[in-house]
């Protein structure tokens, strides 16, 4: 079982910055990976970024490359997404949600941007960009 606590969010203007963290907790080997994900009203929950645990590889959707980045403590027991030069399609309710690694055919390990992939979930923490 893993637990997982997001804090952080918050309104903010455009343009402006926050940083959210989520507090994992429980059987590392179901966290290998962990994710941030983001749910706008009658949208669907979409990846944000995704954290590996062994080699803290990183992947970001392209709405967000280049301003956010996410990062963890050296156990992953925290997971950070510092968001930078946000904009009003920013806006959102934020989850963070661990999971296990995913395998390509070629043997690769890599860390799902899908949804469904992850089997553990925060409560979500709610960001508001203002224009």
């Known amino acids: 079982q893993v637990q997982l606590v997001e804090s952080g969010g918050g309104s903010v203007q455009a343009g402006g910055s926050l940083r959210l963290s989520c507090s994992v907790s429980?059987?590392?080997?179901?966290?290998?990976?962990v994710g941030w994900f983001r749910q706008a009203p009658g949208k669907e929950r979409d990846v944000v970024a995704t954290?590996?645990?062994?080699?803290?590889?990183?992947n970001y959707a392209d709405s967000v490359k280049g301003r956010f980045i996410i990062s963890s403590d050296t156990a992953m027991n925290t997971v950070y997404l510092q968001m930078n030069s946000l904009k009003p399609e920013d806006t959102a309710m934020y989850y963070c949600?661990?999971?296990?690694?995913?395998?390509?055919?070629?043997?690769?390990?890599?860390?799902?941007?899908?949804?469904?992939?992850?089997?553990?979930w925060g409560q979500g923490t709610q960001v508001t960009v203002s224009s």
């Open positions: 429980g059987s590392s080997f179901t966290r290998n990976c």
């Open positions: 949600a661990a999971g296990p690694f995913s395998l390509r055919e070629s043997g690769e390990i890599y860390c799902s941007t899908g949804a469904p992939d992850y089997n553990f």
């Open positions: 954290i590996y645990r062994t080699d803290r590889r990183t």
